[in-house]
């Protein structure tokens, strides 16, 4: 069973890895990543329960409190951009003058 929930891991990261690479829209990038930690997560959550400890579950916690604060920041970021560019075009960011 477990090999399941690797293989299910590893597209699941496949699928995100490729959504940073080739999209241009950030809000669109942004969602890749954040598909990418629950990959990972997924993967220490099977892992931890093969292993039977907890471990992996409470960094599964940690990693995932960290990823809220980054999207509040980030979306925050990303709406205080829109409000200047009128765009999210990963493109035009690196232009960075106000």
Not at 25 to 39: D, G, S, T, Y
Not at 46 to 72: K, P, Y
Request: proline share 0%; hydrophobic share 60%; charged share 15%.
């Amino acid at each position: 069973m477990l090999e399941k929930y690797l293989i299910l891991s590893a597209i699941l990261f496949s699928i995100g890895t490729l959504g940073v690479l080739i999209r241009r829209n950030a809000i669109v990038i942004f969602m890749c990543v954040e598909l990418m930690l629950n990959a990972v997560n997924l993967t220490f959550i099977a892992l931890s329960r093969h292993l039977g400890n907890i471990d992996g579950q409470i960094f599964v916690f940690f990693v995932m409190t960290v990823a809220a604060a980054e999207a509040a920041v980030g979306l925050a970021l990303m709406v205080a951009y829109f409000k200047n560019r009128e765009s999210i075009d990963v493109e035009d960011i690196n232009v960075m003058k106000w």
